[in-house]
C-alpha cells in the first residue's frame, strides 16, 4: 500500500472547514493532493464519475454516491459520510469492491433537535408569516399555539429523537415516543413515554419526524397516515424528504386535516420554486440546515476526517457502515 503522503483525496461537503480552518490543514499536511467541490451543491453520480478515478479516500456530503460513480472509483478505499444517513450511497456496490463506508452518528444531533423545535415554536406562533407580514406593514392579531400542555410526537428516538425530548422538558408538554430498538428505560430517560407508532400518529399535536429512509419508512406519511393524525395537527420533518409522500401532505394541507408542516428536507433537494408546498403560507420551509451550525459541522468534520485516514492508514475506523 502506498504511503499516506502520496494519496489522493475528495472532499465534497461544502462546509468543510468553513468554521475550523484546522480540518484543512490537517488533512492537507497528511496527504498528497486534496480536491474540493467546487459547485456549492451535492454531486451527481456523473460528476462524481469524473471525479473519482484516482481518488483513495473520499470524506462526502449528500451525494449520489451510486453504481455509476463507484464503477469510476479504481483505487477508493474509503467513503467517510458527513451525517447518519447513507442511503444515497450503494451499499451494495462498496461492499462489492472493499470500499468502506463510515459516518458521524450523533454529530449533528443537537443541533437539528434546535433546529426541530424552533420550527416547532415557528409552526405554532407562525412566527415566519408573522415576520412577513408586519414588514409588508401589516399589523395582524394571530391566534397561536402554545406547548405547553399539548403531546409532542417524535417518530424515531435515536440521538436527534432523544435530544429533541430532552430540550423540550422545559415546555410543560407531555412527549410520547415509537422507535422499533429503543427501550422502554432508554426512552424514559430522556422524558419521553414509548408508545406504538400508531398511538403516537394519532394522539400528537406536534409529530417530529426522525426515522431513518428504509423500506419500511420511504413514502410512510402518505394518505392513510395522515388519515390516523390528529385533526389539525402540525407535522416537523428535520430527517428526509423521502419519508414523506408530497402530494398526500399538500392534499391534507389544503383540507385543514394538517395544520401546517416545517420541513426541512424535500424529495427533490433544492424543491423548485414552483412546488405547490411552497405556495403554502402554513408550510415552513428551509434548505436542509439541520446541521449547520459551527458544532455540527465542525464535528462531523473531524469524525469524518478521523475515519478517513484510519481506513487509509489501514486501521478500523471507529464508524464503520460496511
Request: charged share 20%.
Amino acid at each position: 500500500m502506498k504511503p499516506l503522503s502520496e494519496m489522493k483525496v475528495l472532499v465534497t461537503p461544502t462546509s468543510f472547514g468553513r468554521t475550523d480552518a484546522a480540518l484543512i490543514t490537517t488533512l492537507e499536511d497528511q496527504v498528497g493532493e486534496v480536491i474540493y467541490n467546487e459547485t456549492g451543491k451535492p454531486l451527481t453520480g456523473e460528476q462524481l464519475k469524473a471525479m473519482l478515478p484516482g481518488i483513495d479516500g473520499y470524506i462526502a456530503g449528500l451525494d449520489e454516491i451510486n453504481q455509476t460513480a463507484l464503477n469510476a472509483a479504481d483505487q477508493l478505499k474509503v467513503i467517510a459520510r458527513y451525517g447518519v444517513g447513507y442511503e444515497a450511497v450503494d451499499l451494495d456496490e462498496a461492499r462489492a469492491r472493499s470500499i468502506v463506508v463510515t459516518n458521524t452518528p450523533g454529530a449533528n444531533a443537537a443541533s437539528v433537535a434546535e433546529l426541530t423545535i424552533g420550527l416547532m415554536l415557528s409552526l405554532a406562533r407562525q412566527i415566519p408569516y408573522a415576520d412577513r407580514t408586519t414588514k409588508q406593514g401589516q399589523w395582524k392579531r394571530l391566534n397561536g399555539f402554545s406547548l405547553e400542555g399539548k403531546v409532542i410526537g417524535l417518530l424515531g428516538l435515536g440521538a436527534i429523537g432523544q435530544q429533541v425530548a430532552r430540550r423540550l422538558a422545559g415546555f410543560s408538554c407531555s412527549i410520547i415516543g415509537y422507535d422499533p430498538v429503543v427501550s422502554a428505560d432508554v426512552a424514559e430517560s430522556a422524558g419521553v413515554e414509548l408508545r406504538s407508532m400508531d398511538a403516537v400518529i394519532a394522539s400528537a399535536d406536534f409529530l417530529s419526524l426522525h426515522l431513518p429512509v428504509l423500506d419500511e419508512t420511504r413514502n410512510m406519511v402518505n394518505a392513510d397516515f395522515i388519515a390516523q393524525m390528529k385533526d389539525g395537527a402540525f407535522l416537523i420533518n428535520t430527517a428526509r424528504g423521502e419519508l414523506i409522500d408530497e402530494e398526500a401532505l399538500y392534499d391534507a394541507l389544503v383540507t385543514g386535516k394538517v395544520r401546517g408542516a416545517a420541513l426541512d428536507a424535500f424529495r427533490q433537494e433544492p424543491p423548485e420554486p414552483s412546488s405547490p408546498l411552497l405556495q403554502l403560507d402554513q408550510v415552513i420551509a428551509t434548505p436542509h440546515t439541520g446541521a449547520h451550525t459551527d458544532s455540527a459541522t465542525s464535528t462531523m468534520g473531524w469524525w469524518a476526517l478521523e475515519d478517513c485516514l484510519r481506513v487509509l492508514r489501514g486501521e478500523e475506523p471507529r464508524f464503520r457502515v460496511v
